[in-house]
Every structure is written in C-alpha cells, then in structure tokens.
C-alpha cells in the first residue's frame, strides 16, 4: 500500500514547487547504448548447447573408464564449461609450447583442436612407461617419442568421441597432425566464433584441463540434427553410488595374474647338469606325501596335492597360506 502524505508534507511540496527548488530529472539519464556485434552470433541455441554438455559428459564417463585401466589410479572427469568465444581470444588463451593435436569428422568441414595441459600430457607418458607419475619436466616441449606414446590416449579419445556423439548422428572423429604451436594449427579464421568444451580431469588429487575447440561455421548440419527428442534420449552412463576405490577394485579383481605349482627344489653340480640325458631321474627334496607350494611370482600363496581332473593335470588346495600370514 503506497504511503499517505501529512498535509505538512504536501504544503512543503507545493512551495518547493512555486519557489522552483525542486529539483528537474535531466534528460541525460538515457540508457547508454550497446553495439551489437554481428561478426559473433550465437549459432548454438541454449537448448543444443545443454545437449552437448549431455554427449561431453557421456564422453567423460568412458574415457575415464579408460584412464583407470590404464593409470591404474583413481581418474574422474567433469565437463567444466561449454561456451562460445572469438577463436582470437582461444588462441591468446593457449600456452608456448603447448600440446596440440588437430582433427576432423570425416565427410564434413567441421575442424578442431584437442589441446591437452602440457603437465598431463607428461603425466600420461611417465604412467605409461611404468612411471609413478610423480616426476617434472623443465623442457615443456614434447619430443617425437613422447608424441607416439601419447597416440594412445589421443586415439582412445578419438574413438569415445565417435561412440558419445552417435546419440546424434554417425561422425567419424579423424586426428589430422601434432601441433606445439597454435599458430600452425589454424582451424578457421581469428574473427569467427568457436564452441570452446573444457573437460577438468582429477586425477589422484591433481587437477588438470583437457580442451575442445570445434569450428562452428561448418556446424549447422550438427545443430540441425539436435532436437528435444536427442536431448531426452541422452542419459550420462555415470557410476551412480560407485566410488573410485570400488571403480578400480572392480578392474583389479578382474585382473588375471600367473600361478605356478612348486613340486620341489634339489640340488645339482655342473658336472651332473651337463651329463643329463633323456630317461634320468632326478631326486628332488620333497616326499610323496608332502604339498606342492602354489606361488605367484616368488610369494607363497597356498598349498596343495597333486591329481588330475577331466583329463587335466589339477592341483587341490589343502592349506591357505596367505591368511595365516595376515593373522599373524
């Protein structure tokens, strides 16, 4: 309810008014007017863009997956941000020397870059060379070997993307050439616009940046083909109430590893070893009655004896070693 005025207040009013001490609003006070730019429109509606986000989160999903059997480490991936920029304002945002691989969907003209954090890249390389990824690098350059190492991870990345975007339609995700500087990896020109996916990858309690930058003057056959009914169908395939330990204990458990059966051990001279023939005995340290060990690698697993089992030579575990040794 609007406030009442006193009378009071009314007769000030009036002779503010009459005395001309009130003060005019001035005619400046226009809302200042802004340029519209129309070298940058926004060619992806709000709507194709949550349907994007939808196939970069499914994507992130299967690559960690891949990341986990790889590194053999606790990896989870977020879609960080989805947006759309001047490809100039990209390129002043990239590092030098930076880790730049240039690709395109084939039978399109859609270009792109996969640009990933130098820091990751090394990371990448130093776990698949049976590192501990813990090192550094003072030269942020990437060498010719390391570049055919990290071909693994690209090629997987390639292959997710093709799988996550066939909600949408049938692309063929092809890696065109490594690049370290921006300048020679040049997908269109510096005032067009560019849809910019930034991926943050956590790996252990390191934090690193993964980036997707697609040409969008080539991506209206893309866009056409994305409608509510893609954006409804689109479902992320997250491990919902699965936590990373329990993500790679499911891979290691399914893991498979060599067991050996230890029959016994004896003793032999150079001489004896060198006058061994086909149909010699030899005597070995353990009786008839005695277990065999079963080892994987040099560690005592179990015990067991000796048999057969639908015409396969079998070994029956008599004793557990391994738990006896954790009660102890």
């Known amino acids: 309810m609007a406030e ?5 207040e009314i007769d000030q009013l009036l002779n503010n008014i009459k005395s001309g001490t009130e003060q005019k609003i001035e005619a400046n006070n226009e809302k200042e007017a802004v340029l519209f730019d129309f070298r940058l429109p926004n060619r992806i509606s709000k709507n194709q863009l949550r349907v994007i986000r939808s196939v970069c989160e499914n994507f992130g999903e299967s690559f960690s997956s891949f990341l986990v059997t790889k590194l053999q480490t606790a990896v989870t991936i977020n879609v960080a941000s989805v947006d759309q ?4 304002e990209y390129v002043l945002s990239v590092s030098n020397p930076a880790c730049l691989f240039t690709f395109e969907i084939k039978d399109t003209d859609v270009k792109g870059i996969l640009e990933i954090n130098n820091d990751l890249a090394f990371l990448f390389v130093d776990k698949l060379l049976g590192g501990s990824g813990l090192g550094s690098k003072q030269v942020k350059v990437i060498t010719p070997i390391e570049q055919k ?3 693994v991870v690209v090629d997987r990345i ?3 993307l093709k799988k996550s975007w066939q909600t949408i339609d049938t692309m063929d995700f092809v890696l065109e050439r490594f690049e370290q500087d921006i300048d020679f990896a040049q997908i269109t020109s510096q005032s067009e616009s560019v849809l910019l996916i930034s991926f943050e990858i956590m790996i252990g309690e390191q934090s690193f940046l993964i980036n997707l930058c697609f040409a969008t003057f080539a991506f209206d056959n ?3 083909k994305m409608t509510s009914q893609k954006l409804s169908s689109i ?3 997250k491990y919902f109430g699965i936590t990373s330990k329990e993500v790679v204990t499911n891979h290691l458990v399914n893991t498979k590893i060599p067991i050996h059966v230890e029959f016994g051990n004896t003793t032999l001279s150079v001489n004896e070893l060198i006058n061994l023939e086909k149909g010699d005995i030899i005597r070995l340290d353990t009786k008839i009655d005695d277990d065999h060990k079963i080892r994987t690698g040099s560690r005592l697993l179990f015990t067991g004896r ?6 396969h030579k079998a070994i029956k575990i008599t004793n557990r070693i391994l738990d006896e040794k954790q009660s102890l």
Request: hydrophobic fraction near 40%; proline fraction near 0%; charged fraction near 10%.
């Open 149 to 151: 190492v990290l071909r």
């Open 222 to 224: 893309i866009l056409a």
């Open 306 to 311: 000796y048999g057969s089992l639908n015409n």
């Open 85 to 88: 920029i001047y490809y100039s």
């Open 158 to 160: 390639m292959y997710d």
């Open 235 to 237: 479902r992320a395939t």
């Open 4 to 8: 009442i005025l006193s009378q009071q």
